[in-house]
């Protein structure tokens, strides 16, 4: 684990479309002073129109209007639209109302949106930002463990066609993301394991020690622990950073790494109904059924599961499909060929060859999936 001065900032190099990640306890009226600097440093420097439009739900509403009111304090002209939370706000519907909202303020190329929230907004509020008027400054204020940790970074945005998760969208970097680990005291628990499960992740995917720093501190990660919680999420964040840095358009495979344990993931959401089995849960699973695979094919020992397991029950999630789940293999398999990594109906799969290292693997023979799945049923 690295030193834990790496808590305050954490650089995403992109040459100008390159960004700051904030990370603060207790000081998200800090938005202001940094707004400024921020813009300077974009390619959106010229001017300075000080216009700004807030998107946010109404589970976050409160955070929300400390940055407004920071903003307003400093002469900051700024809009807000308040949406219901959950992924169905991800619609062309609410697309469509930001884009009226923009207009009805006036927005112009300079005005920046900024979005507060967990993934739901992030992505939402980033394609509006990346579409209007093709393309305003987007800043991510996001308030979920899952938002500072995975979503906020990286520039994916996009909304959901109703037979297709995140089928539509755009890469639009932020021009700063500014993450404080005090909004986490209102998040509900279960959100907040989901949000380990993709920390958990960038252990196995790229750094043995961070794994272990997780297993040694999980107590004081469950508690919340201010100082605990900027280094994980910094840590976590510069991992991110490091992928989409080498490949920010998923062009040359690598940033692929980032998807360990969603192949199984993508596919027992979908079968479980959006909802049901939050999206990190799907993952902690997900990870277990990757890493068994991984087993099947000799390529780690099984105590590289084990420790997997252990440390996601640490966070208190599940590493097993739901009690009375009741869709077939059959149904399982048949979801996961419609991933994005399945080339020509053959399965590929991110699978571990030791603690911290994964690789894609191609061609994983459809019955030692069978074998994986008869393996991890209670
Ligand atoms: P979310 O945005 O739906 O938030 C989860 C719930 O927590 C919501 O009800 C929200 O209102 C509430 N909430 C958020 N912050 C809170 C707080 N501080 N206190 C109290 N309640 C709070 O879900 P999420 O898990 O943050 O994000 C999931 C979304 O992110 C999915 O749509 C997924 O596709 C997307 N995603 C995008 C990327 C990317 O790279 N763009 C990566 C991973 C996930
Ligand atoms: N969450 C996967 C990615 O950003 O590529």
Same mark, same amino acid.
């Given at each position: ?91 062309? #519907?609410?697309?469509?109302? =930001?884009?009226? !909202? ?7 190329? &300079? $005005?920046?949106?900024? @979005? *507060? ?116 999420? #910094?840590?976590?964040?510069? =991992?991110?950073? !490091? ?7 998923? &062009? $040359?495979?690598?940033? @692929? *790494? ?56 640490a966070f208190k999630l599940p590493t097993r499909l739901p009690d ?55």
């Open positions: 684990m690295p030193t834990p001065v790496e808590a305050s900032s954490v650089q995403v190099n992109l040459g100008e479309r390159s960004y700051e990640i904030r990370i603060v306890s207790g000081a998200l009226s800090e938005l202001p002073t940094l707004l400024p600097n921020w813009l300077d440093r974009s390619v959106y420097r010229a001017g300075n129109s000080r216009t700004a439009h807030i998107v946010t739900d109404r589970n976050v509403r409160s955070h929300a209007n400390i940055v407004r009111e920071g903003l307003c304090a400093t002469g900051w002209t700024c809009g807000i639209t308040e949406l219901e939370p959950g992924e169905k706000t991800k619609s062309v #519907a609410n697309l469509s109302a =930001l884009w009226d !909202d923009l207009i009805a303020m006036k927005a112009d190329r &300079r $005005t920046v949106v900024i @979005a *507060v929230g967990g993934g739901v907004m992030g992505d939402l509020a980033g394609f509006a930002a990346a579409s209007f008027v093709r393309g305003l400054p987007f800043v991510q204020v996001p308030t979920t463990l899952l938002a500072d940790v995975d979503s906020s970074v990286g520039g994916k945005t996009g909304i959901n066609h109703p037979a297709a998760k995140n089928m539509l969208g755009a890469f639009h970097q932020p021009i700063g993301v500014l993450i404080d680990t005090s909004v986490l005291d209102t998040l509900p628990a279960r959100e907040f394991s989901a949000g380990m499960a993709e920390v958990v992740k960038y252990g196995v995917i790229l750094d043995a020690d961070f794994f272990t720093f997780l297993e040694q501190r999980a107590d004081a990660i469950n508690q919340r622990d201010a100082g605990i919680m900027r280094q994980i999420i #910094a840590r976590s964040c510069r =991992l991110k950073a !490091d992928v989409v840095e080498k490949d920010e358009y998923e &062009r $040359t495979g690598l940033r @692929a *790494v980032l998807n360990y344990g969603h192949t199984f993931a993508h596919a027992f959401e979908a079968l479980a109904g959006y909802g049901e089995l939050l999206h990190g849960e799907a993952v902690s699973i997900g990870m277990i059924y990757a890493s068994r695979l991984a087993e099947r094919m000799n390529l780690i020992e099984a105590e590289v599961t084990r420790r997997q397991d252990d440390l996601l029950r009375g789940w009741a869709h077939s293999d059959d149904a399982i398999l048949d979801r996961m060929k419609l991933d994005k990594k399945t080339v020509g109906g053959k399965l590929r799969f991110v699978l571990p060859k030791r603690l911290g290292h994964v690789e894609v693997v191609s061609d994983v023979p459809e019955a030692t999936v069978r074998e994986v799945f008869d393996d991890l049923r209670k």
